[in-house]
Every structure is written in structure tokens, then in C-alpha cells.
């Protein structure tokens, strides 16, 4: 049975099932299908919703993996990628000396790479890169070199390619304004040295890999060490700075500097003058000092020859060490005046006591006589130190027990280091006690300078225990770091009293007549009261003396009225039968001392007439 249609349209049949005959006569556009919903199966979702909370479970799992177990280390790479290290480039503090000069100093210098696949100039496309050929003519104008030979460097490379080093920051700023991309210029610093040679002895140098090699730099190596530390500073996905991940106190720099009590004005007038003796009369070297007596201060110390610290690859290795410091000499004459003033701490001697110079002694079957082989006479002792009387000081120093003898060389540190902060400093050599109270010549020879040895800075020391009234200072060449462009004073008198000071007055007196009326008169200022002592003694070698090897000396002690310099110039083995500390090491005395009284303004001696003011060379 079918239902028509209000519209008269074709019956739809009311059943269920397929379509009847009638459909298949009707046209497919007035069709309608029939969509019948299927119910989903349990099973089905069962399997979706365990599927879902299994990836639920992996997830939290994995989360929680990350977090607990891989957390710290993922959290240390991701500070590394947000973290930015700068490594401080290992600048050294400077060094000048007592008045503010440059003597070392850290310069700022470059290294040029390049990296061709970037060359771009300003103002170019960024995707254009240049020819290697063209950057090359730019580079050549500011590095003075030719194109051709830059050419041959980066030719076939594509990056990192060292054009230049060392080149200084006024080049840089050059190459900077260029604007070329595929540039880089890396800085590091380098130690310059202003003063040359001038102060290469103490201060030593800093080889290729900016480690020290000899003197202060080798010695204060920590002192000089800049505080700095590695800059870690946190940055966000853009780049941006944040304000967390600086280390308190990373951006601290110091300004101090090491202060030297050494004047590059007298190093150089020393320098000078002892450079032309040793030219003159062919010497194999020479060291010149001055020291303040009345607290150990150098303000002289110079050697020659010497070296050129900013060039030191082109010198010979054995000029790297200060000689006067750590090579041992016997001194000579001039410790003459060292044995008078022990003679008169012990009452041996008398001020106004004498003794017969006949001219040769043998002691324990040994020969001993003076220089020139002549008989004196009978010899107050400022005669002795006059004519340098070696017979005169062995009659001296006889009324001394050697063991008393002995124990002096001992209390003045003949055989111990001195306390210094000269870098290398060495003890003296002295026989032992056995040998020096059993064996007679060894107490005779000690009393004019030989049979023992030391350094020149001890015998300098021991001058300057003579001028400052008995007391043993120390011998030092820096101030310590000072901040800024401050300086440090001098410090006050100090040094630990050996000598009474009667008996160095009187050791002075001696040594003003020697300058007066002895082998001491080239080193006369007029107006001023110097005090002196030459020596010229015999070189030995491995305890044998070399045939005609000598080593001239001459000590000067000024102003005898108020002491407060001690010069010492040594000089080994000049040639020439007229080689003696008068000739060879008193001009260059002389010469210290006349830039020294100027330079220190140092008055006139009371009781001398005043002369015009002696002018500085050099």
C-alpha cells in the first residue's frame, strides 16, 4: 500500500527494505538514500582509551625524567648557551721607578684574520661578496705591505687566515674604519719596555709567551699578575643582557704598579760612564751602584754590557743574569776599611796607633807584600788605607784572634745570603773555622781582601754599615704597589746596629784622607767631603789566581759630614799594565757622583769652599 503525495509526486513506499520497481523508474535527481548509523563496537574504544592513557603515562614519565634525572645536566647546557665567557687577556701591572717613569708597561696589540668568503665592503648587498684582490688593496694601503704578498696569503683559503700581528692600536683603529666585512682583529697584550736597556739587568723580560725569564718580572711574577677574573654574563634568546650571572667584584680592575727605588736620570749617567771605561781600557765587564745608606735604597744599579729587553732573542742568554748580585769576587783593598773598623770594635787597634810596613812578611811559609812591592815605614792608619799597604793591615789586624776574626765575618754575613730584594742574590765563600784559626795565612790574607769572597752589593752594604754609623740595612730596589699615580716616600732610617758609631767616625776620617791626599783624588768634587777606598785585587778562577786577571774596584762614601750615599764601580779584568781602581773605576765614580749631588740637591759640605753646581751628563 503507498501514500501519494500531496504534490502529485511519485509514491514513497512506507516499508523498510530496498527500493521498489516504481524507484527504478524514477530520475536519479529526485533520489533521497538512506543513511543507517552502525553502533561502534566496546572493544574498539576500549583499545582507543588505553592507547590514550599510555601516551598520557609516557608523557608524564618522560616529563618526569627530564626533570629529575636529566634536569641538571639539560639546565648546564642551557646556561652554557645563554651564558657568554670573557677570558681576561693576562695584562701585567706596570713598573716605574722612584719618580714615576715608565719602565714596563702592558701595550695593547693586534692580530689580523681574515676570512675571504665574507669579504663585503660598506654599503654593499650583503649576498655580494668582494674579490679577495680587491680587499687586498685596501689592506696594503693601512698595512704598508704590498697587495701582491697579501694576495699570496689568502689566495685559495676561505677563512682564517693571519695577515698581520703586533700591530698597534692607531693601525687597528685604521682597519676598523675600513668597514670591511670577513675582518677580524684580535687584541692581547705585550710588554713593552720605554726605558730599553736602561733598567734590563733588574727588571728582566717576558719571553714570546708572556712568561717570565729573569729579574723583577721573574721574581715578583704574582706581585706584577693583575687581578682579573674569566666574565660570565647570562643573555637572553635575543641577545639581551640580563641582570642576573655577574660574579660580585668580576669587573674589578686595579690600577697598582710596582714603584722602584732606582732614578732612570742617575741609571743612565751610571750606565753611560761605565759603558766607556770598559770601551777604553777593553774590559769584560763592569757594574756600577749607588746605595742610600740610611735605609738600603738603590738608586743606581747598572751592568755592562747589557741587553735590550724588547729584542731579547738577539742577545746572549748569559746577559740575562745581574752579575754584581750573584757573582762572587774577592774584593780586594777595599774591604781594607771593613778590617779596620773590626780591629777597632775589639780594641786590637787604637785610632791613633801605628805599624811597621817593611815592605814583605811570610806567614806560614807564604810570601805576602804590597802592590809595588816598596817598604812604607811606620804607617798611622789612614796612611795604611792611603798606599793601600797590605804588609801595614796584616801587622794590624795580628793583634785579632782569628776566632774573633772568624766570628766577625760571620756577624757582618760574609757567608750568608743577604737580606734583599734583588732577585738571585748569593752568599759570600769563607774558609771554615778550622781553617781560619789553624792555618795562619788565612787570617793574613783576609786582612787585605782576599782568601774570601762575595758579591759587589755585599761589599756595597758593608760600605754603607761604614757611613750610616754602624747599621746593617738591607738592600732593596722597590718601594712595593702603589695605587694610581701616587708614590711611595722613602722609608726612615732602620737596620740592625752591628758597629758603634765612634768607630765608623773614625773609619770615615780615614777614608775622607784617602780621597784628600791618596789614590782616591780623581774623584774630588770641590765643596763636597767624599770619603773612598780603590782596590785592585787578583782574579782567581776555581781557587787559582789568573796569571795577570784583575779586578779594579773604588768605593766613595758622601757627603763625610752627613753620610748618605755609598758608590760602588766594579770593573773585571781590564787590560793594560796602568789597570788599576784609580785609573779604571774612579772616573766612573766621579762621574755617578756629579749627576748624584745635583739630581739629590745635595748641599755643599760645611767647612769646604762652595764651587759652581757640577752639571749631569748623558
Request: glycine share 10%; hydrophobic share 35%.
Given at each position: ?6 504534490t ?24 533521497r ?52 665567557k ?83 692600536p ?81 669587573l ?10 732606582l ?11 761605565l ?34 729587553p ?21 774584593p ?61 793591615m ?87 704597589l ?10 726612615a ?63 766613595a ?17 781590564p ?44
Open positions: 500500500m503507498v501514500r501519494r503525495s500531496a502529485g509526486s511519485p509514491p514513497i513506499p512506507l516499508h523498510r527494505g530496498g527500493p521498489s520497481s516504481t524507484e527504478s523508474d524514477t530520475p536519479r535527481s529526485s533520489r538514500r538512506v543513511i543507517q548509523l552502525q553502533p561502534v563496537p566496546a572493544g574498539r574504544l576500549l583499545i582507543v582509551y588505553l592507547t590514550l592513557c599510555l601516551a598520557m603515562v609516557g608523557l608524564a614519565g618522560r616529563l618526569a625524567w627530564l626533570q629529575v634525572k636529566e634536569g641538571d645536566r639539560l639546565q648546564q647546557r642551557a646556561r652554557a648557551i645563554q651564558t657568554q670573557t677570558k681576561p687577556i693576562g695584562k701585567r701591572r706596570p713598573i716605574v721607578d722612584r719618580n714615576g717613569r715608565l719602565v714596563a708597561i702592558d701595550e695593547e696589540r693586534f692580530t689580523l684574520w681574515a676570512h675571504p668568503r665574507y669579504f663585503n665592503f660598506p654599503g654593499d648587498d650583503p649576498n655580494l661578496i668582494r674579490s679577495s684582490s680587491e680587499t687586498a688593496q685596501k689592506l696594503a694601503k693601512v698595512l704598508l705591505v704590498p697587495a701582491s704578498d697579501l694576495m699570496s696569503t689568502i689566495d685559495g683559503r676561505k677563512t682564517g687566515v693571519k695577515l698581520a700581528t703586533d700591530l698597534d692607531e693601525t687597528a683603529r685604521r682597519l676598523r674604519e675600513l668597514g670591511i666585512s670577513g675582518l677580524d682583529l684580535e687584541p692581547y697584550p705585550q710588554r713593552i719596555y720605554p726605558q730599553g736597556q736602561l733598567f734590563a739587568n733588574v727588571v728582566g723580560f717576558l719571553n714570546l709567551e708572556r712568561v717570565a725569564q729573569a729579574g723583577l718580572e721573574q721574581s715578583r711574577d704574582k706581585d706584577l699578575r693583575r687581578q682579573e677574573s674569566i666574565r660570565q654574563l647570562r643573555r637572553g634568546a635575543d641577545g639581551t643582557p640580563l641582570p642576573d650571572g655577574l660574579q660580585s667584584g668580576v674589578y680592575t686595579d690600577d697598582l704598579r710596582l714603584q722602584l727605588t732614578d732612570a736620570r742617575l741609571q743612565q749617567v751610571a750606565q753611560q760612564a759603558a766607556r771605561q770598559l770601551k777604553q781600557w777593553k774590559a769584560k765587564r763592569g757594574s756600577a751602584m749607588v746605595m742610600d745608606v740610611r735605609n738600603g735604597e738603590m738608586l743606581a744599579l747598572t751592568s755592562s754590557p747589557s741587553y735590550e724588547n729584542r731579547f732573542w738577539k742577545f746572549s742568554p748569559g746577559l740575562f743574569r745581574e752579575w754584581s748580585v750573584q757573582d762572587l769576587y774577592e780586594g783593598s777595599t774591604f781594607k776599611p771593613i778590617n779596620l773598623a773590626i780591629a777597632l770594635q775589639e780594641k786590637a787597634i787604637q785610632p791613633n796607633g801605628t805599624v811597621n810596613d817593611v815592605g814583605q812578611l811570610t806567614i806560614g811559609g807564604w810570601p805576602i807584600f804590597n802592590h809595588d812591592r816598596r817598604a812604607n815605614g811606620t804607617l798611622d792608619f789612614a796612611t795604611v788605607l792611603q798606599v793601600s799597604s797590605n804588609v801595614g796584616v801587622q794590624a789586624m795580628r793583634h785579632l784572634k782569628p776566632s774573633t776574626y772568624w766570628e766577625w765575618m760571620r756577624r757582618i754575613g760574609i757567608d750568608t745570603v743577604p737580606d734583599t730584594d734583588l732577585p738571585g742574590a748569593v752568599a759570600g765563600e769563607l774558609k771554615t773555622r778550622e781553617q781560619f784559626t789553624t792555618q795562619p795565612i788565612e787570617p793574613a790574607t783576609a786582612a787585605f781582601g782576599q782568601g774570601f769572597s762575595l758579591t759587589p752589593l755585599k761589599l756595597l752594604q758593608l760600605h754603607a754599615m761604614i757611613a750610616n754609623g754602624g747599621r746593617l740595612v738591607s738592600p732593596h730596589i722597590t718601594r712595593g702603589r695605587s694610581g699615580d701616587s708614590l711611595a716616600q722613602a722609608p732610617a732602620n737596620g740592625l746596629q752591628v758597629l758603634q758609631p765612634s768607630v765608623t767616625r773614625q773609619v770615615m776620617a780615614w777614608l775622607e784622607s784617602v780621597v784628600d791626599k791618596g789614590s782616591g783624588k780623581g774623584v774630588q768634587v770641590p765643596g763636597y767631603r767624599i770619603g773612598g777606598k780603590t782596590g785592585t785585587a787578583q782574579k782567581a778562577l776555581n781557587g787559582v789566581y789568573i796569571p795577570g786577571a784583575r779586578i779594579t774596584s773604588f768605593v762614601h758622601l757627603p763625610i759630614d752627613d753620610p748618605r750615599y755609598v758608590v760602588l764601580v766594579v770593573v773585571d779584568e787590560q793594560g799594565g796602568s789597570a788599576y781602581g784609580s785609573t779604571v773605576a774612579v772616573p766612573v765614580a766621579k762621574e755617578i757622583i756629579e749627576a748624584l749631588l745635583v739630581l739629590e740637591k745635595v748641599p755643599p759640605s760645611s767647612g769646604k769652599k762652595p764651587a759652581s753646581q757640577p752639571t749631569v751628563r748623558g
